[in-house]
């Protein structure tokens, strides 16, 4: 015989060897296993929907996410420049008119020597040089808008500051202070300021604070005698198909606290005397407890750079003369 069927026989193949995919579809539906093979391939598909509807679900959560992040720093944004204005406005409300500084100067070194040499040499008669410190936490007090009258709304738009004027209207002048006082008023035959308020004097420890770095330099005066310093690790953003937006936030929230921890172990190591604690105002608060003062301040780089910038930043003082 030459028939296909004789052939192959002859030629010792098996029989379900001539046409494998039509016998196993024979076999599919004699077994019943035909309308389970559409049904699994339904199903597999129906999977496959709906990972992909997970997969976009994840990335839309994600780019939500990202969208109220930047809300919220439009709404900060806006939330200040509103207090700005508001600031601005108090200034200008005046009864005689537009009243502003009439001088307003960063100082050097050598220029905020002599202002606070000049401001030490005034002597008058007993009560005859009004100072305060105002830490602009609450409102202007009492004390403050007698002795500045007309120009009380500038010592507020200055605040905190140390506010020091006299009797006679010859001296006026708003200092922005580096390492504050408890606020106070008083009126008597000197201006009351010390030099560790704005200058750094004696033994004392600068801490620069991050969430993601560390630096601490120990002085004496201006001059550094040891650095310490070290960076941890944060994730500083969420992937997109990975983990969910809010165990993001907790796992980084969990990073910054680990990393507190370590800084607030180094400070106490040191256990300073006198510490100035600066850097995001997000994390300093945090150490307000240890510290003689805290401000934020901008500071980026390697710890060392860093901790130039912040103590830079922390001892600059600003002169405004209402």
Known sequence: MTDGFSLQWRSGKPLLSLFPSAIQ????RLLGRASLKERVAELEEENHHLERQLDA???RRADAAT???RAEAEVNRLEDRVAELQDRVERLQDEEG???F???ETLSRARLSEVLDRLESVETEPEGVFTAYVDGEHS??????????DRASLVASAAPCLAVTDDAGLLSACLSVPAPPSPFTEWADAVRLERSWFEPTGKHVVALVRSDLFALGEYDGREQAAFHGFDSELKSQHSKGGFSQSRFERLRDQQIDSHLDR???AIEEVSPDRLYVVGEGSVIHEFE???TATKPVDATGEPDDALDDAVRSLWTVRLRVP
Do not use: W, Y
């Not at 579809?25 to 599919?28: H, R, T």
């Open 140 to 149: 202007l007090p009492a004390p403050v808008r007698e002795a500045f009258g």
């Open 289 to 291: 407890a240890l510290a």
């Open 98 to 100: 537009e009243s502003t």
């Open 67 to 69: 969208e109220r992040q």
């Open 57 to 59: 679900e994840k990335e």
């Open 25 to 28: 579809s024979m076999l599919d």
């Open 263 to 265: 800084c607030r172990a």
């Open 102 to 104: 009439r001088t307003e």
